[in-house]
């Protein structure tokens, strides 16, 4: 198989960055997966933090993952891939000194670029599903993860949500953008109206995580706001989890009980016993 140093692929994410193009996202979950992306021409490939947590854990994306455990899956992927790979580092599994350590790792994984949002995690007590910290602190993580990069091809993006309110993402972007990261991206968007409001007030590449949204589809569109990478979800990955079942199932001879891949993520990863848990612990709200 062909392969490519880290350096360049790192250089090829950062082209993609300063294109005038869309580009969408292959969802990597594995090493497979990465070279199959790779070898159908996907510009750039992402490793969720959803995903990692399904595959390594076998449980919810409710930061239960570790740092060690999401590195060992990105340096599977990383050791193999041909495609620049974004790594979904949530909130860079704790404060701005743990955050430093989590740029450390991934970029030394063979990883182009990761992500760090500005979402609470994990939940805390009494919280609610999505809670955002202070601007302040986020601003602080931001400019520790710059810090930590040693490689200046490395990039580094700060996600945000796009639904705690227009003035209110405007401004974590702005500040965001301000410490010098090399993209923003955006979650929650909910269709062209919504963008073209808070697009224009951000003076640089766009990341954009839609999960498919029908609303958003026009990528000539999304490139003249500015958005240079769209994440469409990780479709690719649930029907791999569906092929298992069905294989497993008809090697069974089980012709009942079929389940569709939302119904068989939420089954095998204790999607429910884990909100149980939640309510009950954390007396965390919806």
């Known amino acids: 198989m062909h392969r490519v140093s880290p350096t360049r692929l790192r250089e090829a994410f950062r082209a993609l960055l300063k294109s005038d193009a869309c580009y969408h996202c292959a969802s990597v979950f594995d090493p497979m997966s990465a070279r199959m992306a790779g070898d159908l021409g996907f510009e750039a490939g992402i490793l969720g933090g959803s995903v990692a947590s399904l595959e ?127 993209g923003i991206c955006l979650v929650g968007i909910e269709d062209f109206d919504h963008l073209e409001q808070i697009a224009p007030h951000i003076d640089g590449p766009l990341m954009l995580i839609t999960y498919g949204n029908p609303k958003l589809r026009d990528s000539d569109r999304l490139a003249s706001l500015g958005v240079r990478i769209v994440v469409d979800g990780h479709t690719a990955y649930y029907a791999a989890l569906k092929a298992t079942y069905d294989c497993l199932r008809e090697q069974r001879q089980i012709a009942t009980g079929e389940l569709g891949p939302k119904a068989l993520v939420a089954k095998y990863s204790d999607a429910d016993q884990y909100r149980a848990w939640a309510r009950d612990f954390l007396h965390l709200k919806d």
Do not use: W
């Open 56 to 182: 390594v854990l076998g449980a919810p994306d409710i930061a239960l993952i570790t740092l060690t455990e999401f590195v060992e899956q990105a340096t599977r992927i990383g050791r193999v891939a041909s495609l620049p790979v974004i790594a979904d580092a949530d909130h860079g599994y704790g404060n701005a000194l743990n955050v430093m350590r989590t740029v450390t790792e991934l970029e030394h994984c063979g990883i182009a670029a990761l992500t760090i949002e500005d979402t609470i995690l994990p939940a805390r007590f009494g919280g609610k599903a999505v809670d955002l910290i202070g601007i302040d602190e986020a601003v602080g993580k931001l400019r520790a993860a710059l810090e930590a990069r040693i490689d200046p091809t490395f990039s580094i993006l700060a996600r945000t949500n796009a639904g705690s309110g227009l003035e209110e993402t405007i401004a974590r972007a702005q500040a965001y953008q301000a410490t010098g990261v090399d």
